[in-house]
T-cell receptor
Framework: AQSVTQPDIHITVSEGASLELRCNYS??????LFWYVQSPGQGLQLLLK??????LVQGIKGFEAEFKRSQSSFNLRKPSVHWSDAAEYFC??????????FGTGTSLTVIP | AAGVIQSPRHLIKEKRETATLKCYPI?????VYWYQQGPGQDPQFLIS???????DKGSIPDRFSAQQFSDYHSELNMSSLELGDSALYFC???????????????FGPGTRLTVL
């Protein structure tokens, strides 16, 4: 069965520092990978997605993610974090037949 | 571009009451999905519909039911509400591809249900 693991429940970084959020997936075929961000009490905003092609994907708000098939990973990165990036981040995988699975999320705190 | 519309955005109910949540998919999307996100939790898949037929079922309680109408909008009906039903309910829509491929789901803003 497909699954998504986000090993870090909570991460704290200083404003201006770099960020990497980890995501590992379990799926037999080529996965369709997503990162969403959710501010408290708000909906899900799509940051970026990977379906095929270039394994380095650029998203909104300066985020990028790299698909590494050998490591079954799709880590999210940002070179310089802003205070407004504090939120919950969800990695998700879609599979054939329109199945969709979320990871448990990583809560990001940004210290001024 | 048109997005998924959910109504109402906020809903407050008492225990044992009923609630109906509505979802209007993106035009030309024929598949609708419902998710429940409890406080501090990740969204959990409840149920999906394609062409008015249930296409998949997740962790939907027996007290809940849903349907999709001929205009492709969907309604989630929740009866005998419990405190634990308080959550953010997301609807998503896509076009259907069946096995062998995948079409992205587009999420609505969610309906926040509070059960008192």
């Amino acid at each position: 069965a497909q699954s998504v693991t986000q090993p870090d429940i909570h991460i704290t970084v200083s404003e201006g520092a770099s960020l990497e959020l980890r995501c590992n997936y379990s799926y037999g075929a080529t996965p369709y990978l997503f990162w969403y961000v959710q501010s408290p009490g708000q909906g899900l905003q799509l940051l970026l997605k990977y379906f095929s092609g270039d394994t380095l994907v650029q998203g909104i708000k300066g985020f990028e993610a790299e698909f590494k098939r050998s490591q079954s990973s799709f880590n999210l990165r940002k070179p310089s974090v802003h205070w407004s990036d504090a939120a919950e981040y969800f990695c998700a995988v879609g599979s054939t037949g329109n199945q969709f699975y979320f990871g448990t999320g990583t809560s990001l705190t940004v210290i001024p | 571009a048109a997005g998924v519309i959910q109504s109402p955005r906020h809903l407050i109910k008492e225990k044992r009451e009923t609630a109906t949540l509505k979802c209007y998919p993106i035009p030309r999307h024929d598949t609708v999905y419902w998710y429940q996100q409890g406080p501090g939790q990740d969204p959990q898949f409840l149920i999906s519909f394609y062409e008015k037929m249930q296409s998949d079922k997740g962790s939907i309680p027996d007290r809940f039911s849903a349907q999709q109408f001929s205009d492709y909008h969907s309604e989630l009906n929740m009866s005998s509400l419990e405190l634990g039903d308080s959550a953010l309910y997301f609807c998503a829509s896509s076009t259907w591809t069946g096995e062998g491929s995948y079409n992205e789901q587009f999420f609505g803003p969610g309906t926040r249900l509070t059960v008192l």
